[in-house]
């Protein structure tokens, strides 16, 4: 028996884009310590390109902005007899073309953006409960300073599903020993953060602030979220796992502050 021991076990991954996401060094991770995973994706597109990601591996369409698809996911799931020893919530969306002043930030944008990145935990986690083992284990992906400002409204509503884990975990404390957890991470090399402005000159100053002065690399981000998912952390709920290479604690390195 493994460490992580998830030989028979079967974990439900969202947010696979492409082979820089978190999600899919995290799935890759379970796979090659012995774990199975099955697979949300938000259109028949990203359905082909995960097919050629994960040969071996069912995925279900659901776009989470559709209640009704959410639904369904768990119709379909039951149909299948599945039943699940964890999930990744690795989802987010905000609509950062044509950046403006956080006061500036308009409620549909606002909106958008919680329903996707932080309520549509809720709404799979409500949906899926009965499909959980009891002792699943469930994980999403916030990012390391909700107070960032570089982030625009996204540094809000990240700090929201933090908090939505703690909320969450109670409330399936009722009824199961689910738990939940959110990994928050520093800034990663993926096509996502690509998307938002000034991001590079974020990347390459974190890279300093790092202790290592090395970046945070995905996998070492896979490797927590493999860890909470696992029965190893089967103590640690409702809490917020920091992954920055000791980033927050060195933004005074006088090294950065002079430049060199």
């Known amino acids: 028996m493994s460490f992580l021991n998830f030989e028979n076990k079967l974990f439900l991954i969202t947010g696979v884009a492409n082979k820089k996401?978190?999600?899919?060094?995290?799935?890759?991770?379970?796979?090659?310590?012995?774990?199975?995973?099955?697979?949300?994706?938000?259109?028949?597109?990203?359905?082909?390109?995960?097919?050629?990601?994960?040969?071996?591996?069912?995925?279900?369409?659901?776009?989470?902005?559709?209640?009704?698809?959410?639904?369904?996911?768990?119709?379909?799931?039951?149909?299948?007899?599945?039943?699940?020893?964890?999930?990744?919530?690795?989802?987010?969306?905000?609509?950062?073309?044509?950046?403006?002043?956080?006061?500036?930030?308009?409620?549909?944008?606002?909106?958008q953006a919680t329903q996707i990145s932080s309520f549509s935990l809720v709404q799979l986690s409500n949906e899926l409960s009965s499909l959980f083992n009891q002792d699943a284990s469930v994980v999403t992906i916030s990012i390391s300073d909700t107070k960032a400002t570089s982030y625009g409204y996204m540094g809000p509503i990240k700090s929201m599903l933090e908090t939505t884990c703690s909320y969450l975990a109670k409330s399936f404390s009722e009824f199961s020993r689910v738990r939940f957890n959110s990994v928050c991470s520093g800034p990663l090399k993926t096509s996502a953060s690509a998307g938002i402005p000034g991001y590079i000159d974020n990347y390459i100053f974190a890279e300093k602030l790092t202790m290592r002065k090395e970046a945070?690399?995905?996998?070492?981000?896979?490797?927590?979220?493999?860890?909470?998912?696992?029965?190893?952390?089967?103590?640690?709920?409702?809490?917020?796992?920091?992954?920055?290479?000791?980033?927050?604690?060195?933004?005074?390195?006088?090294?950065?502050?002079?430049?060199?």
Request: net charge negative; charged share 20%; glycine share 6%.
């Open 216 to 260: 945070l690399k995905t996998q070492e981000v896979a490797n927590t979220v493999a860890f909470l998912l696992s029965n190893a952390s089967s103590g640690v709920n409702a809490a917020g796992i920091l992954v920055d290479c000791g980033m927050r604690s060195n933004h005074f390195d006088q090294a950065v502050v002079s430049g060199k």
């Open 21 to 111: 996401s978190v999600a899919y060094f995290s799935a890759k991770t379970i796979i090659e310590n012995g774990g199975k995973c099955i697979f949300t994706v938000q259109s028949e597109d990203h359905q082909a390109k995960l097919s050629k990601l994960f040969p071996e591996s069912k995925s279900y369409l659901v776009d989470v902005t559709s209640a009704d698809q959410i639904k369904a996911l768990a119709v379909n799931l039951k149909n299948d007899e599945v039943k699940l020893d964890g999930m990744l919530h690795s989802i987010a969306f905000a609509n950062l073309a044509n950046p403006k002043p956080f006061h500036e930030t308009s409620w549909e944008d606002f909106a």
